[in-house]
């Protein structure tokens, strides 16, 4: 598969760090490790009923039809704010974005995939009700978890 191009995330929680990870993915589930590491199932936008009707083109770099964007907030809470859906290319071949603002607080319990590089291990943050668990990350190395 070709690299996938990671989800925007504007960290405003100012009790963790996500320097040089970037957010991949959602996933439902107890343990994220199921699935080949993709958990009971993922987070997806079709759930998120502002988005049903959303056109979505395709490229191989972004799978998904677009990019979203999110802020985890002061308060842990992790928010949808827009999603950037590909529309096609130009006549210069320049990439044709539309910006769908959505305003949607993610809730629940749920883990967000981080990784540095596409190819690279994943990072799992736990979510709960929808707020952070600040200490409840699992860190997978070279294809195995690693809880510490």
């Known amino acids: 598969m070709t690299d996938q191009v990671p989800d925007q995330l504007d960290n405003r929680y100012s009790s963790v760090n996500f320097d040089g990870l970037y957010l991949y993915s959602l ?3 107890k343990d994220p490790s199921i699935n080949h590491g993709w958990g009971d199932s993922f987070i997806k936008l079709e759930d998120i009923q502002a988005l049903e009707s959303v056109y979505r083109g395709r490229v191989t770099s972004i799978h998904s039809g677009g990019i979203k964007h999110f802020t985890l907030d002061q308060n842990g809470k992790l928010l949808l ?15 044709i974005w539309h910006k769908y603002p959505i305003n949607h607080a993610i809730d629940g319990d749920f883990w ?13 943050v736990r979510f709960l009700e929808g707020k952070i668990a600040d ?4 860190h997978e190395i070279s294809g195995y978890r690693d809880d510490g």
């Open 81 to 95: 704010d827009s999603f950037n859906a590909f529309e096609g290319l130009a006549s210069n071949f320049e990439p």
């Open 27 to 29: 996933i439902r589930g």
């Open 112 to 124: 967000a995939v981080f990784k540095a590089t596409f190819m690279g291990s994943r990072t799992y």
């Open 135 to 138: 200490m409840a990350w699992v």
